[in-house]
């Protein structure tokens, strides 16, 4: 039997294509009447198309038709959805506000450098914030996203190996097996082989396999910390130490950066740069393909390959500085995601300095709650406190009741939760990776949780409705290889 009642359900509408709305001759909009001569189109354009197959449908039908659309999307602002490696936080709504005052979100990318001063002060405020925060010498914002952000760390130490003459003989980075799949394909695409590292059984870097591993042909050893498992590196000094003997460089993953903000700095345990997430940590937009902000810092060796215009202080005020001989380039058009920035800088302000370290320690508090609660039903992979997400492992009901990880997600949707993450990190069966962010009160987490339990009980008595879980929306259980491989969201009109 189902055990939804008490839980937050909703049957979705199942949605109607708007072509199949449409009726010939029916008008959404009144069009004004033209005040310029009429043109014939086939004598300025040539052959035109005399069919363009539109939906004919009135304005009522049209504003339904969406409106009931975004009812189906699941958001941060509808469901509490922990992701994991994603921090699906909330977005304050001021700074949308910010973003869109006029000042900043009418800017054009090519006005002259002396006509945006203030938006120059917006850059180099979030930089001399991020610096704060992280420790390292010097922030660029230009990269437009994470892996962005880590193939811009690469080039960096590329370019760092290359003034030296050791280009050639730099060609490996050594990457954990923890890892998120961006660090090698970074690596991969910046030219250099890569080689895996082993973790202990503890959720460590195996220090004797990476000791094996270091020589001068590395160059850079790619750590994400907190790492994928959700545990903090006790051994992060010793590794940077280790790497750096050999004349290597050590970067950071930034991604999980929420566990740290305010607590802790990057800069400060060895490493030579890192990629952060100003759509994760920071609050700017995240998920529906962007617009991501992958900004990076890095120490003061790197700083002269720094891709241009870099965004500094001099006794002109601030200006964009593109008298850079060694510097690798652009990585993106203009200054980045500029009204990213915008969002970051508000929130930034808006905790301080003082109240900083609130949203790494909520972060942690959150996760090792959720943890506490269900590591009877969902044993942790790893027996000590986690960091900012907490990672469970369901094979004991894949091995005693034929029910895999993927079946408890898609049953959570029909409690109307969001599923977290499956499958990651790899080294670990039967994944499940939640990471609750500061942002959710402990009713929801409870909700939540009590949710999990319920479908653990499931599992065992009835694991048929995970089976055919989600069984409260528009589809059901999709075979996502064929949608993959016979991808098909065109709409065709009827042959008759």
């Given at each position: 039997m189902s055990h939804l009642a008490g839980f937050r359900t909703k049957r979705m509408p199942e949605p109607r294509l708007i072509f199949d709305q449409s009726n010939t001759g029916r008008v959404g909009c009144n069009v004004p009447v033209a005040d310029t001569p009429e043109v014939d189109l086939s004598e300025v354009l040539g052959d035109v198309r005399?069919?363009?197959?539109?939906?004919?449908?009135?304005?009522?039908?049209?504003?339904?038709?969406?409106?009931?659309?975004?009812?189906i999307n699941f958001g941060i602002e509808t469901g509490f959805y922990p992701l994991g490696s994603c921090t699906m936080k909330y977005n304050p709504k001021i700074n949308e506000k910010t973003a869109g005052l006029p000042g900043f979100a009418n800017?054009?990318?090519?006005?002259?450098?002396?006509?945006?001063?203030?938006?120059?002060?917006?850059?180099?405020?979030?930089?001399?914030?991020?610096?704060?925060?992280?420790?390292?010498?010097?922030?660029?914002?230009?990269?437009?996203?994470?892996?962005?952000?880590?193939?811009?760390?690469?080039?960096?130490?590329?370019?760092?190996?290359?003034?030296r003459g050791e280009g050639t003989q730099r060609h490996t980075v050594l990457v954990p097996d923890s890892a998120h799949g961006t660090n090698p394909a970074s690596a991969a695409r910046c030219g250099y082989d890569v080689k895996p590292i082993p973790t202990r059984e503890d959720g460590n870097t195996d220090l004797e396999a990476l000791a094996e591993a270091l020589n001068d042909s590395v160059a850079a050893l790619m750590l994400t910390n907190p790492s994928t498992l959700g545990l903090f590196e006790p051994n992060i000094e010793q590794i940077c130490d280790m790497v750096h003997a050999v004349g290597a460089q050590v970067f950071c993953d930034g991604a999980n950066m929420n566990a740290m903000v305010g607590?802790?700095?990057?800069?400060?345990?060895?490493?030579?740069?890192?990629?952060?997430?100003?759509?994760?940590?920071?609050s700017t937009p995240h998920g529906g393909g962007g617009p991501g902000c992958g900004a990076i810092g890095l120490k003061s060796h790197l700083e002269p390959f720094?891709?241009?215009?870099?965004?500094?202080?001099?006794?002109?005020?601030?200006?964009?500085?593109?008298?850079?001989p060694a510097s690798i380039g652009r990585v993106s058009a203009f200054y980045g995601q500029f009204l990213m920035e915008v969002r970051a800088y508000t929130y930034l302000r808006a905790y301080g300095k003082e109240k900083m370290a609130d949203i790494s320690r909520h972060a942690v508090l959150n996760a090792n709650y959720v943890r506490a609660r269900l590591k009877d039903v969902l044993p942790p992979a790893h027996d000590r406190p986690c960091m900012h997400e907490c990672i469970?492992?369901?094979?004991?009901?894949?091995?005693?009741?034929?029910?895999?990880?993927?079946?408890?997600?898609?049953?959570?949707?029909?409690?109307?939760?969001?599923?977290?993450?499956?499958?990651?990190?790899?080294?670990?069966?039967?994944?499940?990776?939640?990471?609750?962010?500061?942002?959710?009160?402990?009713?929801?987490?409870?909700?939540?949780?009590?949710?999990?339990?319920?479908?653990c009980r499931e599992a065992v008595e009835s694991p048929d409705l995970l089976h055919d879980a989600p069984s409260t929306q528009i589809v059901g259980r999709l075979d996502e290889t064929t949608a993959v491989k016979n991808l098909d969201v065109r709409w065709f009109p009827p042959t008759v």
């Amino acid at each position: 039997m189902s055990h939804l009642a008490g839980f937050r359900t909703k049957r979705m509408p199942e949605p109607r294509l708007i072509f199949d709305q449409s009726n010939t001759g029916r008008v959404g909009c009144n069009v004004p009447v033209a005040d310029t001569p009429e043109v014939d189109l086939s004598e300025v354009l040539g052959d035109v198309r005399e069919d363009l197959h539109l939906p004919e449908v009135g304005e009522l039908e049209l504003l339904r038709h969406f409106t009931n659309l975004s009812h189906i999307n699941f958001g941060i602002e509808t469901g509490f959805y922990p992701l994991g490696s994603c921090t699906m936080k909330y977005n304050p709504k001021i700074n949308e506000k910010t973003a869109g005052l006029p000042g900043f979100a009418n800017l054009h990318p090519m006005q002259p450098v002396e006509t945006i001063p203030g938006a120059l002060d917006i850059l180099i405020g979030v930089q001399e914030m991020l610096l704060a925060i992280t420790g390292f010498d010097e922030i660029t914002l230009q990269p437009l996203a994470g892996a962005h952000g880590e193939m811009t760390c690469l080039m960096l130490i590329k370019a760092y190996f290359e003034s030296r003459g050791e280009g050639t003989q730099r060609h490996t980075v050594l990457v954990p097996d923890s890892a998120h799949g961006t660090n090698p394909a970074s690596a991969a695409r910046c030219g250099y082989d890569v080689k895996p590292i082993p973790t202990r059984e503890d959720g460590n870097t195996d220090l004797e396999a990476l000791a094996e591993a270091l020589n001068d042909s590395v160059a850079a050893l790619m750590l994400t910390n907190p790492s994928t498992l959700g545990l903090f590196e006790p051994n992060i000094e010793q590794i940077c130490d280790m790497v750096h003997a050999v004349g290597a460089q050590v970067f950071c993953d930034g991604a999980n950066m929420n566990a740290m903000v305010g607590t802790t700095r990057p800069g400060d345990h060895g490493f030579d740069c890192m990629h952060l997430n100003l759509h994760k940590t920071f609050s700017t937009p995240h998920g529906g393909g962007g617009p991501g902000c992958g900004a990076i810092g890095l120490k003061s060796h790197l700083e002269p390959f720094l891709p241009i215009p870099v965004v500094r202080r001099s006794s002109a005020g601030v200006v964009a500085d593109y008298d850079r001989p060694a510097s690798i380039g652009r990585v993106s058009a203009f200054y980045g995601q500029f009204l990213m920035e915008v969002r970051a800088y508000t929130y930034l302000r808006a905790y301080g300095k003082e109240k900083m370290a609130d949203i790494s320690r909520h972060a942690v508090l959150n996760a090792n709650y959720v943890r506490a609660r269900l590591k009877d039903v969902l044993p942790p992979a790893h027996d000590r406190p986690c960091m900012h997400e907490c990672i469970l492992t369901a094979e004991k009901y894949k091995k005693e009741n034929g029910v895999r990880a993927l079946d408890i997600s898609k049953r959570l949707i029909d409690y109307g939760f969001h599923p977290p993450t499956n499958y990651f990190p790899l080294i670990v069966p039967e994944c499940l990776m939640i990471e609750p962010t500061e942002t959710e009160t402990k009713e929801t987490l409870d909700e939540f949780c009590d949710a999990m339990i319920e479908i653990c009980r499931e599992a065992v008595e009835s694991p048929d409705l995970l089976h055919d879980a989600p069984s409260t929306q528009i589809v059901g259980r999709l075979d996502e290889t064929t949608a993959v491989k016979n991808l098909d969201v065109r709409w065709f009109p009827p042959t008759v």
